[in-house]
């Protein structure tokens, strides 16, 4: 067959499987009660379009030759940034400012049931507690009223709304709104798994929220943009409920409120130095004219290697972000918002192999006019992914001030340990009854822990500590033990007498 042949001829089978897909679609909508109609033909509707660009787009989504490093004044140091100190009306810049905290996760990857940010982190507060006390501090010191905004998925939505009630006295106004929910597909027919629109019995698996790149559509369609544009608002700062170090920073909102080239920046991308740990974060890059952000998923794999050094690709993004509220706006209006595809394929617990398009919110940056990077401290970006970051998190490294996390000044270095703790800790209720007390890790470089391990009160572990149980042995580790540089291993077993 000819080339033109064989092109003609996937052209029809593509338009042949839109067609199916549209039918499912149509008949899946039929099943939507009335109250929820209009709301599941926006988030159909919005599947489409996705499924319809997922079929277009062949190969990897970037020309590797036409990377290039982005140029010096596209990327600012912060020290730039914060020398250029706070204007007097700190309460009007504030003003213009909304908060917004990705809260669509699931605490499963940490053994927990229901919202992650409903997983206490410090002397019982949770990442919503912390997020909550960090903004009233603001309203309160600055006498504003910056708001608190959470994007909820199906997953998190009915538990997070039960738990505000308890911020009722608090000085924040909280809003919510949900991200979409699309159907995920067979990996084989590419057809919707979902028969109807209810997401309980067997059709809990049968949809996903498509990724946090789904909120220019969603807080759009949500009304909540108007809404904050009606009174004033100017910017909203985006970053995972899970990043303990994603602070209202007063420097960067001066910054784009009194840009000092006179150019509003409608994107502002908060990136920080790549170390060894994190060479699989996306990265900056300049690409057609424009900045750009590269997923490792995008990279041809003959250069994944390339993407992965540290030296080429310096830096990577926090995702903690300040974008333009009428931008997002323009933007969403004129339909040209464009983000990569992400194919997450996924089985399902029968067995069945699906794939979920998703799409990442950093990924629009090139979609923004006079974008920008900051390079920030790396204390910006204090993810709490696993229990061995929760670990550094409830330690005596960090204090805690109106709901921030700040680096204790008794640490020598400002680096933070390495802890790597076994699979018997990657529940939260496992890794809490192995401690009796958190450890104190002040003078700590690096932590491995494997086996059966437990930790008595007040050890405290100094340079680097490796403890190793096999199988079938298991380390108590007595109360009140110092170690430091040490290697344990064998059989260490405390008993009460």
Known sequence: MSQDGASQFQEVIRQELE?????ELEKILTTAPSHEFEHTKKDLDGFRKLFHRFLQEKGPSVDWGKIQRPPEDSIQPYEKVKARGLPDNISSVLNKLVVVKLNGGLGTSMGCKGPKSLIGVRNENTFLDLTVQQIEHLNKTYDTDVPLVLMNSFNTDEDTKKILQKYNHCRVKIYTFNQSRYPRINKESLLPVAKDVSYSGENT??????????????????GLLDTFIGEGKEYIF???????GATVDLY?????????????CEFVME????????VKGGTLTQYEGKLRLVEIAQVPKAHVD??????KFKIFNTNNLWISLAAVKRLQEQNAIDMEIIVNPKTLDGGLNVIQLETAVGAAIKSFENSLGINVPRSRFLPVKTTSDLLLVMSNLYSLNAGSLTMSE?????????????????????????????????ELDHLTVSGDVTFGKNVSLKGTVIIIANHGDRIDIPPGAVLENKIVSGNLRILDH
């Open 19 to 23: 067609l199916s897909v549209k039918k």
């Open 205 to 222: 698996e049968a949809w996903y929220p498509p990724g946090h790149g789904d909120i220019y559509a969603s807080f759009y369609n949500s």
């Open 238 to 244: 985006v970053s995972n409920i899970d990043n303990l």
């Open 252 to 264: 960067i909102l001066n910054h784009l409120m009194n840009p000092p080239n006179g150019k509003p």
């Open 271 to 278: 990136v920080t130095n790549k170390t060894r740990a994190d």
């Open 306 to 311: 390339e993407f992965k050094s540290v030296s």
């Open 410 to 442: 008794k640490r020598e270095f400002p680096t933070v340990p390495l802890v790597k703790l076994g699979s018997s800790f990657t529940k939260v209720q496992d890794y809490l009854r192995r401690f009796e007390s958190i450890p104190d890790m002040l």
